[in-house]
């Protein structure tokens, strides 16, 4: 079993939909991270979370810290977020990675 | 800013050449890294360094040596490359909350 697990591993969705992607993890951390790495294959730090909720415009954050699990919820969704979504942990110096939900938004 | 710059940006060797990727920040983060993204897997880490000067191994060193020339740079270099050593190659840098990624090396070892 992965230390990081990501769900869904791909996901389709229409123009306007409300869209959430999980990320579950084994170990302790001291921070999570949520990455964007877009079709160009460039990679894009969105959040990085130890606790509570964060918003960055159309894109939440939230980590459940007691239950190792975090979502990446994405509102009112564009063509444009069409990417694959990264869930990375942080324990000690290192990061561990998820292998990523591929996310296709249709117009 | 650059933020975090990779050369080159794809590559093609024949098995057993060598080569060098380089990588720079301008961010004056402390930390760099050497990653690598593989189909159906997670980015894995190759080498990292905590600060100028240090460089420890990470989950897959194996074929891969590192050199941290100052805080602006983090080199990566094969050897003798292998097939299984095609991938996709990120370089990263961090300082507290701060994060960067280069925008990968497309390498091919045939």
């Known amino acids: 079993k992965n230390e990081v697990e990501q769900s869904p591993q791909n996901l389709t969705a229409q123009e306007g939909e409300f869209i959430t992607i999980n990320c579950s993890y084994s170990v302790g951390i001291s921070a999570l991270h949520w990455l964007q790495q877009h079709p160009g294959g460039g990679i894009v730090s969105l959040f990085m979370?130890?606790?509570g909720k964060k918003k960055h415009g159309r894109l939440i954050a939230t980590i459940n810290i007691q239950e190792k699990h975090s979502s990446l919820h994405i509102t009112a969704s564009h063509p444009r977020d069409s990417a694959v979504y990264i869930c990375?942990?942080?324990?000690?110096?290192?990061?561990?990675f998820g292998e990523g939900t591929q996310l296709t938004v249709n117009p | 800013n650059a933020g975090v710059t990779q050369t080159p940006k794809f590559q093609v060797l024949k098995t057993g050449q060598s080569m060098t990727l380089q990588c720079a920040q301008d961010?004056?983060?402390?930390?760099m890294y050497w990653y690598r993204q593989d189909p159906g897997m997670g980015l894995r880490l190759i080498y990292y360094?905590?600060?100028?000067?240090?460089?420890d191994k990470g989950e897959v060193p194996n074929g891969y040596n590192v050199s941290r020339l100052n805080k602006r740079e983090f080199s990566l270099r094969l050897e003798s490359a292998a097939p299984s050593q095609t991938s996709v190659y990120f370089c990263?840098?961090?300082?507290?909350?701060?994060?960067?990624f280069g925008p990968g090396t497309r390498l091919t070892v045939t």
């Open positions: 961010m004056n983060h402390n930390s």
């Open positions: 360094s905590a600060s100028e000067g240090t460089t």
């Open positions: 990263a840098s961090s300082e507290g909350q701060g994060r960067g």
């Open positions: 979370l130890s606790s």
């Open positions: 990375a942990v942080k324990g000690g110096s290192r990061l561990t």
